[in-house]
């Protein structure tokens, strides 16, 4: 069965993906060292500025950052990055991972990707080595987290549906975790957050597996102000 | 083009990585502070990366020092717990030393100063060569009775302002023996950071265990 023709998440697993199940679970844990807890996407100058001041504005500020910024985005670079490592076209891959390193729209947001992309695929080629990656990784300048995740993804065949719903609840769950620390919101309010987003983490990855590089735009000027400004502010508990 | 560095844990470091934990104002900076001249004296190519939790206080405090290049400082602004950032994801302290070591490529030893912590702060393994764990005896003689993690798991324990042991009651002998009885015999040096005494006593340690050049 090809990953074309089983399109969903909701798809039984077979013995076959239990390996790629613990991968995801250990590679998009909060527990893996790509320093994820260090950055909040300026959700913490949005907490500054009094637009993210409780669980429902949170809930409403990620929403429209899943659907509408750098969530969708991401998904569709992780995509096709994903398809270019899977068909082995290089060429492909080092395009679609200089677009998405090219579309981020602050300093600090460079600097929460590609030190994040670089930490993953340092880690997991110490410990999950597979063929190929080390030729892909070498051939690229560099690569961001979406486009790290896909790569590593496809090299290990698992495939790229699940990788990106792994990938997208991950981030939801990370960007909550700095808004729960910065407003603050107490445990089962971040867990209702989270409960509430994922018919949008869904939604999200549903539109993004189809789309094409040209689908790609953002119209969150607010969270990217936000992360423009966040590079000024003078009490930070997070580089971005 | 430039490539992607690929380093890790597997691959040979250039740089021998010793780190510095404690408790708030134990005298972890003035320690970094008396071991930059006293490594520098003996020839060693050192550089400093320090961990501040929401300013850059203490890189700026070093940087203007006069003891060493500023450029040599490089200032992780860890936000979240100090222990965190040496101990369960130490990625963004990684990345510091790997650009410090890509910039200047001679250097030797990296000094890695950890935010102030509590006595359970330990350094992970693929970021540290060595790490010693400075408390001072203001903090009180039963530090090391409390058996904390980094009192117990340090490479070096490191007991500070000793000229202070007189106006605080405590026997200094007592709190040396008590420290190297719960560390199962292994080094607890003392030091007046403010005076730098002590320090060359650290300096060889460090030259002989790290360096291996005794």
């Known amino acids: ?240 | 083009m430039s490539r992607l560095a690929l380093t890790r844990a597997d691959e040979p470091m250039t740089a021998a990585r010793v780190g510095i934990g404690g408790p708030v104002g134990s005298g972890k900076t003035a320690l970094v502070e008396r071991l930059i001249p006293a490594l520098q004296t003996r020839g060693i190519d050192i550089a400093v990366i320090t961990n501040d939790l929401v300013t850059a206080e203490d890189a700026e405090r070093v940087r203007r020092s006069g003891l060493i290049d500023p450029e040599r400082v490089s200032a992780v602004e860890a936000g979240a717990c100090p222990h965190t950032v040496i101990r369960e994801d130490p990625t963004l302290n990684i990345e510091a030393a790997d650009e410090l070591e890509r910039r200047f490529p001679g250097v030797e030893l990296i000094l890695l100063e950890s935010g102030g912590d509590n006595l359970a702060s330990t350094f992970s393994r693929d970021l540290t060569d060595f790490w010693m764990f400075v408390i001072d005896v203001a903090g009180g003689d039963d530090i090391p009775r409390k058996r904390g993690p980094g009192v117990i798991r340090a490479d070096l324990l490191v007991i500070n302002k000793v000229d202070l042991a007189p106006h605080v009651g405590v026997d200094l002998g007592r709190m040396q023996r008590e420290a190297t009885e719960v560390r199962g015999g292994r080094p607890v040096l003392l030091t007046n950071c403010r005076r730098g005494e002590g320090i060359e006593a650290i300096v060889d340690l460090l030259e002989r265990e790290v360096l291996f050049r005794k």
């Not at chain 1, 790229?160 to 445990?187: D, E, F, K, M």
């Open chain 1, 1 to 240: 069965m090809t990953a074309s023709e089983r399109p969903h998440v909701s798809a039984a697993m077979t013995e076959l993906d239990h390996p790629a199940l613990y991968r995801l679970m250990t590679w998009l844990s909060p527990a893996f060292p790509v320093g994820g807890f260090a950055y909040s996407s300026g959700i913490e100058w949005a907490v500054e500025a009094g637009d993210v001041d409780d669980a429902a504005s949170l809930r409403g500020w990620l929403s429209t950052m899943l659907t509408d910024g750098s969530g969708f985005c991401d998904a569709v670079f992780l995509v096709h990055a994903h398809r270019a490592m899977e068909l082995g076209d290089i060429d492909r891959l080092r395009e679609v991972a200089e677009l998405a390193a090219a579309f981020v729209p602050s300093r600090e947001r460079q600097l929460e990707t590609t030190a994040q992309g670089r930490a993953f695929i340092e880690i997991a080629r110490s410990a999950w080595n597979s063929p190929g990656l080390d030729d892909a990784v070498s051939q690229c300048e560099a690569m961001v987290y979406p486009v790290a995740v896909g790569v590593v993804g496809a090299a290990h065949g698992i495939q790229s549906s699940l990788l990106l719903h792994a990938y997208l609840h991950a981030v939801t769950s990370n960007w909550i975790s700095a808004g729960s620390r910065l407003i603050p919101l107490g445990q089962t309010d971040s867990q209702r957050v989270l409960a509430a987003l994922e018919p949008v983490v869904t939604a999200t990855a549903v539109r993004a597996i189809s789309a094409s590089l040209d689908d790609i735009g953002s119209a969150t000027f607010r969270a990217d102000l936000a992360s423009l400004r966040h590079e000024t502010q003078y009490t930070r508990l997070f580089r971005s």
